[in-house]
């Protein structure tokens, strides 16, 4: 840069005396009394030995370096901030472009997990699909005979026959006698009789959110097909405006653990803890109703539908601790039952045997308790069981209602809400356990039941 502007300044000085005989210049210089160094240029004419107006010219070249010192000092400034700007500008930049490449590698990653997601899923598909129609295709093996030693080849016409249709079998032998079974058909398994005796509660689960601080939670004591099992845990959390998700886990442990293998949307909205499992089927309370719905749990539909004669609902008979809870669905040994109360019992409690298919009324029974004097209920070998209270640590089964004579009575069964805020109390007859939701615990209590009884009639 200098050489420039010392060419730039020689220029100017050449140029002070508008193009005298440059073959005849000469140049001189001085040193001024401040120190600086003076340069003279002397170009002679032909007719004059000197350049008139000397000391003018001398002054001008002064002024002449001092604004060539100014240029300078400007021309370094901008040099210098130039360069600055040039270094910040070039480290905005690589930051951009690394904080840049950073997302890309980052964004290439996640892609390549989904990719691989997506493949997984896509060959689980795959298989299911596969082994679906090799289902649809297959025929289950006529291997059994008959009394006279012949093969069973059912006709296709045999109701019977159902090629569609696929079940785990288990054969077991069991010796019962006549007496054993009940009017609808059912096994009364051995020592099906009065609740002797109800365990401590034991801890399977923790509800992890306000949705599931009260609900349902069973196993299904006669499941119905392949894809459900009585060791499936179903559940649903009934603290919600709109109670539709019911979660299915395998079994205890992945119950435990939280983490559901499937999650079925019912098509109806449900009504408090009343709901129950029974033969491959939930059955629950329609929301603000006193419509009953039995959903399918294979073809997840809704199979059938009926109300529930003058049974009150929403709030009308609840049990004491509220909670809507007008309709109390169960099962037992004895079959499907509902547990409500009718303006015409004014609050009593009524039992009735309901057909599990159409869940028509089969038979009624009136009891002499008020249902909101009590916390749950359940059956039991056909024998209705009250519990005294939801709250109180230590309480009792406080009452009996058994169908078969038509009597009830007071009983004292201690019981214990180990939580104090029991919301839902269920029987398992499969299992002799009962299912209950203790203020967000899901809990279970091994019972003892007495001698034989008999069944409804």
Not at 78 to 89: F, I, N, Q, S
Not at 332 to 351: H, P, Q
């Amino acid at each position: 840069m200098w050489p420039g502007v010392s060419l730039l300044c020689l220029t100017l000085l050449s140029c002070l005396c508008h193009g005298r005989g440059q073959e005849q210049a000469s140049l001189s210089k001085v040193s001024d009394p401040a120190g600086h160094c003076l340069y003279t240029f002397t170009v002679a004419r032909p007719e004059e030995a000197s350049c008139p107006g000397g000391s003018s010219s001398g002054e001008e070249t002064e002024k002449v370096l001092a604004r060539l010192t100014l240029l300078e000092a400007v021309v370094s400034g901008l040099v210098a901030a130039g360069a600055k700007a040039g270094d910040v500008g070039t480290e905005g930049l690589q930051e951009a472009h690394a904080r840049v490449t950073r997302e890309r590698n980052q964004m290439q990653e996640e892609q390549k997990r989904m990719n691989r997601q997506v493949q997984e899923l896509q060959s689980k598909l795959l298989q299911l699909s596969q082994e679906a129609d090799g289902l649809r295709t297959s025929r289950c093996p006529q291997t059994g005979s008959t009394g006279g030693g012949q093969n069973d080849n059912r006709p296709i016409s045999d109701p019977a026959y159902d090629p569609g249709t696929y079940r785990e079998m288990k054969a077991e032998v069991v010796t019962v006698s006549s007496a054993q079974l009940s009017p609808e058909g059912n096994l009364s398994l051995a020592g099906c009789g009065e609740l002797v005796s109800v365990e401590d509660p034991v801890l399977h689960r923790t509800a992890d959110s306000i949705t599931g601080k009260y609900g349902v939670w069973l196993q299904d004591p006669e499941p119905q097909g392949p894809v459900y099992t009585n060791r499936t845990v179903w559940r649903l959390d009934a603290v919600s405006r709109d109670v539709r998700q019911l979660f299915a886990y395998e079994d205890l442990d992945q119950f435990s653990r939280g983490s559901f293998m499937k999650l079925l949307v019912l098509p109806e909205p449900v009504e408090s803890t009343g709901a129950t499992l029974y033969r491959g089927s939930l059955y629950y309370q329609r929301r603000r109703s006193r419509t009953l719905l039995r959903y399918d749990l294979s073809s997840e539909r809704v199979a059938a539908r009926r109300d529930l004669p003058h049974a009150g609902f929403h709030g009308q008979h609840p049990y004491s601790w509220g909670g809507y809870t007008d309709i109390d669905l169960a099962a037992d040994e004895r079959g499907l039952w509902a547990i409500y109360s009718t303006e015409k019992a004014k609050g009593a409690i009524v039992i009735s045997l309901l057909d599990p298919r159409s869940l028509e009324v089969r038979r009624s029974w009136e009891t002499r308790i008020r249902k909101n004097t009590v916390a749950n209920a359940f059956m039991a070998c056909g024998r209705l069981y009250t519990v005294a209270s939801y709250a109180a640590a230590n309480t009792t089964i406080n009452y009996t209602f058994d169908t078969a004579t038509g009597e009830g009575r007071a009983v004292a069964v201690p019981f214990k809400n180990k939580y104090q805020y029991n919301s839902m109390v269920d029987y398992n007859h499969a299992q002799r356990r009962l299912f209950a939701w203790d203020h967000f615990h899901m809990v279970t209590y091994d019972v003892r039941l007495g001698g034989a009884g008999a069944g409804a009639s």
